[in-house]
């Protein structure tokens, strides 16, 4: 399965911006943003100029990098954000938001999506009871997550069942501690993703 493998805090400094790539080690002052709030490279510290064409495809770089997707998945998910009814930028975050490792990294139950994608890659969470591995697997509204039986007493599913308290969930998601399972009670909206995003320009960049 193709994935990056480079340094993930290049992709933050490319973009000037946090995108919690290493969970909680970018929150402390070791995060390379706090260090080098520049682009990577030679030329990372000349002057910015970017073209239209070149604004929209940072957007669009961002937004990957942000969800740990690559190319030809990210086309295939805007195809189909294209054909549902709706403003297609906003059905791509929708869809984005919805992918498997991304609601175990909203719920709490891991400090990166990239930790996320981990986790359900070595069977640790189950959807409706049943074993998913699959990071890319796009939930719906009222399926239920929770940690896989044999798992729950693993290092880091413990830990992030002892520190989902201090997590902030969005409100279209829900996971009770005491029972062990989250919930997707609702379908995100635009009004729910936080992130800054600027989607049109993603939608403008496909459009040529």
Same mark, same amino acid.
């Given at each position: 399965? @193709? ?11 490319? /973009? ?20 080098? @709030? ?139 501690? /005491? ?30």
């Amino acid at each position: 399965m @193709a994935r990056y493998t480079g340094s993930v805090c290049r992709l933050c400094r490319r /973009e000037g911006m946090k995108l919690y790539l290493k969970g909680y080690r970018c929150e402390t002052a070791k995060c390379a943003i706090e260090k080098r @709030a520049y682009p990577p490279g030679q030329h990372g510290q000349g002057r910015k100029k970017f073209s239209e064409y070149g604004l929209q495809l940072r957007e669009k770089q961002k937004v990957k990098r942000i969800y740990g997707v690559l190319e030809k998945p990210f086309r295939a998910y805007f195809a189909r954000a294209e054909r549902k009814k709706g403003v297609a930028g906003e059905n791509l975050l929708q869809t984005l938001e919805l992918r498997f490792d991304n609601i175990i990294y909203r719920m709490g139950l891991a400090p990166s999506r990239n930790a996320a994608r981990q986790l359900v890659r070595h069977n640790h969470f189950t959807v409706n009871g049943r074993k998913v591995n699959i990071p890319s697997y796009i939930l719906s509204k009222g399926d239920e997550v929770a940690p896989a039986q044999k798992k729950i007493e693993k290092f880091p599913i413990k830990t992030a069942l002892q520190n989902i308290k201090d997590k902030n969930q969005p409100h279209w998601l829900v996971f009770d501690v /005491e029972t062990k399972k989250g919930i997707v009670q609702d379908l995100p909206t635009r009004e729910d993703i936080t992130i800054p995003i600027e989607e049109q320009l993603i939608v403008e960049l496909f459009s040529r």
